[in-house]
């Protein structure tokens, strides 16, 4: 069966994504997704971590998800997820969705119908991107009407939340995967996050932050 491209086909990043684009792509976009947060609930066993000690990178939890997960209301939080959204460079589509299911390990694509199991898995999904970033008077805009997204839901094998700062920023301060170091990762979605617009950065990533840079420091003083 040959997938219809017509219209192209657009991917929204919220973790790696943002700083490391291994595709090509014929155009971009900053932006957010309504109704998610991002959190690092995801474990991560080959990548930023291992089999006998996982670190963590970001996944998306639905709001009513998150809602019943949390002892909190929707006043604390705007669940909006700031990203980057790609277009993949026409003609490109079906190598780079390919390449994509490998690097974000799906569990299931529900998109084209594909069943391949992996460990760490993520799901496909399509999602509104909006764009309403300080200083622009026209408010919320739609971006893209039907991005695809990679989320590890909470029925995923690799779900670890819910998680509180502390314990989350303790692997990611010193885990270490094939991929490199979990502060490694972290460090570049904050900075790639703040660089776009401070805006973007979230309480979640915020908190971490000063957690896991404590945790760092500590360590090295006492080395």
Not at 9 to 38: H, N, T
Not at 166 to 194: D, Q
Request: hydrophobic share 35%; net charge negative.
């Amino acid at each position: 069966m040959t997938n219809d491209y017509s219209d192209g086909v657009w991917i929204f990043g919220y973790g790696s994504l943002i700083w490391k684009v291994d595709f090509p792509i014929e155009d971009q976009a900053f932006g957010y997704i309504s109704g998610y947060v991002r959190r690092f609930w995801q474990k991560s066993h080959d990548h930023r971590g291992t089999e006998e000690s996982p670190g963590f990178v970001v996944t998306l939890i639905e709001k009513d998800t998150f809602l019943n997960f949390e002892n909190t209301t929707d006043d604390e939080h705007d669940f909006k997820c700031w990203g980057m959204a790609y277009k993949i460079k026409s003609g490109e589509e079906d190598q780079v969705l390919k390449h994509l299911d490998h690097r974000e390990k799906v569990l299931m694509n529900f998109l084209f119908i594909n069943y391949n199991f992996f460990n760490d898995g993520y799901t496909i999904h399509k999602v509104k991107v909006y764009s309403d970033l300080p200083g622009e008077k026209t408010g919320p805009k739609v971006l893209l009407n039907n991005a695809i997204v990679y989320i590890g839901k909470e029925d995923n094998p690799s779900f670890g939340g819910p998680l509180d700062i502390t314990t989350i920023s303790k692997t990611v301060a010193f885990n270490v995967g094939p991929s490199g170091t979990n502060l490694e990762y972290f460090v570049n979605l904050f900075e790639a996050l703040k660089s776009k617009s401070p805006h973007a950065l979230d309480n979640h990533l915020v908190q971490l932050h000063s957690a896991v840079m404590n945790l760092v420091k500590s360590s090295i003083d006492q080395s």
